[in-house]
């Protein structure tokens, strides 16, 4: 038996393939367990293609043995050496990236995806044929077309979009807000008339109309990207993820593959999800972050470091030395260390678990503190922790370790400013006001890592940290000054 043109046993496959999927998620939610989670999505994924190599491909089943034709074989070699191409370059990426580099290649694999969206729904405009979504001879089914206007749009806004945030994540362009002038009214007038235009093709399907709908989408995913920086890139990150897996959903039906609408709900909306876990954690709606991101409505008042006319003020701090700092981590009872992007940047997290497990040695509690936003995307600090093989029950959220800093002897912060700045609390001008952070002021010793006083967060903010009494500053490169208390710490 068939229905919808597939054999019952795809549509078993397909429905195997996406309880797996479904698996990996629930894998993925734990540090444990996310071994098993990735191979659980490698298997449901190895299903689906396989699936729909046999029931779509452009070569009949029947075809394939004993004896397809000179073009089967062309069809198929064709086929083969996608997927080959596809897999040497992926394997590729993966063996060479730099966990630092994570963030951009998320960011820039969301593009690709939202490109294949573009692409395969130009593909179906073209030739609705071979796609099966005629009405009559010439004329896309109403339906389809809605499919197409909606699936191409968020796969081009996906693509544009994910190309600003990876040039921002990647240094190719600021990482600062860059503001237009009434963007709010250019956005929302796109986005009404992509929708606007959506709702026309399905009475008329000529070409303008759909070439329209595509250019227009390129452009309100730039517009959407470039007005968001500084905190804000983590959500920025999962809300492209969704749309990534909302375009992949459009195309699913456009196809007619049951498992690219599986896949892609399930990365809609766990990347929707996400993305508001991301806001709650920043004290911030998902709408105000679209709209513009961190400090690109107040923020006009002079930081911690600047008079009123924004010129800096030169302010007393403590700096400190390698053996300082070993001698005063010897001595504690608990230690909590807050890593930050800095980290990675200095690929220092092998060096800094080599520290904790000394520390531990000589009797002191040592824990991890990992702010929802720390890094570059979500879960960027639990990656480095992990591949560093810092033990999982050692690492906290937010929530769950912001009571022990009253009872901590040592705050030990090593590349991270805007979750541990106190300007979140206290300073209703600041860009990151509202977003709830570490209370290491609370902390005996506040031990920070920076290259320099000169530098700031991503976000552009100067810490009021820096300058307490019982901080010591520690400048230099983080991986550089981690070796250098280990040693200390080994004499």
């Avoid at 699936?51 to 083969?80: C, E, N, S």
């Avoid at 009405?135 to 197409?148: N, Q, Y």
């Avoid at 008339?193 to 595509?214: E, H, K, N, R, S």
């Avoid at 905190?231 to 498992?259: E, Q």
Wanted: with cysteine; net charge negative; hydrophobic share 50%.
């Amino acid at each position: 038996m068939e229905r919808h043109g597939l054999p019952d046993w795809a549509l078993i496959a397909y429905l195997v393939s996406g309880v797996l999927f479904i698996l990996a998620l629930r894998g993925l939610s734990s540090p444990t367990s996310s071994r098993r989670g990735n191979r659980l999505g490698m298997a449901g994924m190895g299903i689906a293609v396989l699936t729909t190599l046999l029931t779509q491909a452009p070569i009949p089943p029947g075809h394939w043995w004993p004896r397809p034709t000179p073009d089967d074989l062309v069809t198929l070699a064709k086929i083969v050496g996608a997927i080959g191409l596809g897999a040497v370059v992926g394997l590729t990426i993966a063996r060479r990236i730099q966990m630092t580099a994570m963030p951009q290649l998320v960011a820039a694999f969301h593009s690709l995806v939202g490109l294949a969206a573009v692409l395969v729904g130009i593909a179906a405009y073209l030739d609705p044929g071979a796609f099966g979504i005629l009405d009559a001879p010439g004329v896309i089914d109403p339906l389809s077309r809605v499919e197409l206007g909606l699936g191409v749009a968020i796969g081009a806004i996906t693509f544009s979009g994910s190309v600003i945030a990876f040039a921002k994540l990647n240094g190719n362009m600021s990482g600062a807000p860059i503001l237009l002038p009434a963007r709010h009214v250019i956005n929302l007038g796109t986005v009404a008339v992509i929708l606007g235009l959506t709702a026309y093709f399905t009475q008329d399907q000529a070409p303008w109309v759909f070439v329209t709908i595509t250019a227009l989408s390129f452009l309100i995913g730039f517009l959407l990207i470039v007005p968001i920086g500084g905190a804000d890139m983590p959500v920025v990150v999962s809300m492209l993820n969704s749309y990534s897996g909302w375009a992949a959903a459009a195309m699913g039906f456009t196809l007619h593959n049951t498992a690219m609408i599986i896949t892609g709900a399930l990365v809609g909306s766990s990347g929707a999800i996400l993305s508001y876990i991301m806001c709650k954690a920043m004290n911030r709606s998902f709408v105000s972050v679209i709209a513009g991101g961190f400090g690109t409505e107040n923020g006009g008042g002079a930081g911690p470091d600047q008079d009123g006319r924004g010129e800096r003020i030169e302010r007393p701090w403590k700096r400190g030395s390698a053996e300082d700092a070993a001698f005063l981590l010897s001595q504690a009872e608990q230690v909590i260390i807050i890593p930050g992007y800095g980290m990675a940047v200095a690929q220092a997290q092998h060096v800094l678990r080599e520290m904790g497990d000394l520390l531990k040695a000589e009797g002191v509690r040592v824990k991890y503190a990992i702010h929802p936003v720390a890094g570059r995307m979500p879960g960027h600090m639990n990656v480095l922790l992990a591949e560093a093989n810092v033990p999982y029950d050692e690492v906290f959220e937010l929530e769950d370790i912001q009571g022990e800093f009253a009872q901590t002897d040592v705050a030990f912060i090593i590349g991270a400013n805007d979750v541990v700045n106190p300007a979140a609390k206290t300073d209703k001008s600041s860009p990151i006001y509202g977003m709830p952070v570490f209370d290491v002021e609370k902390a005996k010793t506040v031990m920070f890592i920076k290259r320099s006083m000169s530098g700031v967060g991503y976000a552009g903010v100067d810490n009021e940290v820096f300058y307490m009494d019982q901080t010591m500053m520690l400048l230099a490169d983080a991986k550089k000054m981690v070796e250098d208390i280990v040693k200390s710490l080994q004499h």
